[in-house]
């Protein structure tokens, strides 16, 4: 079946860190890969995304690339801020959704910046 | 203005009752889908929908029940909650096929 997998959280790092929050999937055909954010309070926005192999998707700084032949979509950002604290899902669609883009979510990933 | 709203954004209830969530968007999407948040587990698809005629159940759907009044609007409903229904849930929307789905604010549900 479809299924992400991504690091647990907290991550704490101070500002201007580089961050990077490992996902991995399993999937079959060509899934399409999402990174979401959620500030407090608020539901998720977009951040990237990429649909297909060695594709690189980027907002924001941040940065992640479809990585088929380890199966991986990491999220990395060279220098954070205490603004980027939020908790990040990873998530997929699968190729055969019959006309939806039905996603499949990792359980998510705080991250906590401090001055 | 929101583009996706949920209502009620917070609601505390007892078990037994029956309660409805409501969720309304203008940005004129075709795909409604009603996700349920849990601690360390994600997004979990309870139903989703293409349009009034067209309601499907997700991987969590026992226990909910949901009505595609219109376009605009798609509706959960608990018939008769019990705890551990409390969670965060959230309405989405999108548009085709591999385009990002579009989260309302959410609605906090705890069941006494």
């Known amino acids: 079946g479809n299924s992400v997998t991504q690091m647990e959280g907290p991550v704490t790092l101070s500002e201007e860190a580089f961050l990077t929050i490992n996902c991995t999937y399993t999937a079959t055909g060509y899934p399409s890969l999402f990174w979401y954010v959620q500030y407090p309070g608020e539901g998720l926005q977009l951040l990237l995304k990429a649909t297909k192999a060695d594709d690189k998707g980027s907002n924001k700084g941040f940065e992640a690339t479809y990585r088929k032949e380890t199966t991986s979509f990491h999220l990395e950002k060279g220098s954070v801020q205490v603004s980027d604290s939020a908790v990040y899902f990873c998530?997929?669609?699968?190729?055969?959704?019959?006309?939806?883009?039905?996603?499949?979510f990792g359980a998510g990933t705080r991250l906590a910046v401090h001055p | 203005d929101a583009d996706v709203t949920q209502t009620p954004r917070n609601r505390i209830t007892k078990t037994g009752k029956r309660i409805m969530l409501e969720c309304s968007q203008t940005?004129?999407?075709?795909?409604m889908y009603w996700y349920r948040q849990d601690p360390g587990l994600g997004l979990q698809l309870i139903y989703y929908s293409f349009d009034v005629k067209d309601i499907n159940k997700g991987e969590i759907s026992d226990g909910y029940s949901v009505s595609r009044q219109a376009q605009a609007k798609f509706s959960l409903s608990l018939e008769s909650a019990i705890p551990n229904q409390t969670a965060l849930y959230f309405c989405a929307t999108s548009d085709l096929v591999d385009q990002p789905q579009h989260f309302g604010d959410g609605t906090r549900l705890s069941i006494l």
């Open positions: 940005k004129g999407h075709d795909r």
């Open positions: 998530a997929l669609s699968p190729s055969f959704s019959g006309g939806y883009n039905k996603l499949i």
